[in-house]
């Protein structure tokens, strides 16, 4: 149960993602590239002290179990929309997991915001995200596939420590247009920040 102040804490964060977010989908890809070091570390840096502890495994776990279904309701998908996050818009080549070479910059600027110093100590979760063409199972699939090839590529490429990123498929059970399953801006890539690392 939250207590009334971090009630607050929590609806703040939300409504900064979700500004985020919509700025991101109305801004489309350009949007998405001329974000900043400075934007992506202020949003990612909001860790409230008395954050929930998020097990990945659950996560992978209850998504598993729900393919088709939607997961935004299961206990440990929900307590993701308390923390800080943000969205952004990886392109792969199809039903691939190899990132185009355009999409680099983008990775670029996410590895440039965790190598900054006040975000040196935390993980991040990489939450990889289809529309719904295709076949729900393979979705999810795909979209965890994609989720570690982005952490692999700022493992490898550019030296983010591997202890620090875990990555997840979470296919097209969290749709942002919910009323247009199959649109394109339900592509994405969510990452969020899950505490110190230990």
């Known amino acids: 149960m939250l207590r009334p102040g971090e009630k607050k804490m929590s609806i703040r964060r939300f409504r900064n993602t979700l500004a985020l977010t919509v700025l991101l989908a109305a801004a489309g890809n350009a949007g998405a590239q ?11 840096g909001q860790v409230a002290e008395a954050a929930s502890a998020i097990d990945v495994a ?6 598993a179990s729900n393919p088709g279904k ?17 969205f952004v818009e990886i392109n792969f080549e199809n039903n691939s997991v190899a990132i185009e070479p355009g999409s680099y910059r983008t990775l670029g600027l996410i590895a440039d915001a965790l190598h900054h110093p006040l975000l040196l100590r935390y993980k991040f979760l990489v939450v990889g995200h289809t529309n719904a063409t295709g076949d729900a199972k393979h979705n999810l699939k795909l979209s965890a596939r ?25 296919g ?18 969510q990452l969020l920040n899950i505490g110190l690392v230990k």
């Open 34 to 44: 001329q974000l900043s070091e400075h934007q992506l570390v202020n949003t990612l």
């Open 58 to 63: 659950m996560l992978v776990q209850e998504v």
């Open 70 to 86: 939607g997961i935004a309701g299961l206990p440990h998908w929900s307590q993701l929309a308390t923390l800080p996050q943000f």
């Open 146 to 170: 994609r989720a570690e090839a982005i952490a692999e590529a700022l493992s490898t490429t550019f030296s983010v420590a591997p202890n620090r990123l875990f990555a997840i498929g979470a």
């Open 172 to 189: 097209s059970e969290m749709p942002v247009d919910a009323a247009n399953p199959k649109a394109a801006d339900n592509r994405r890539v």
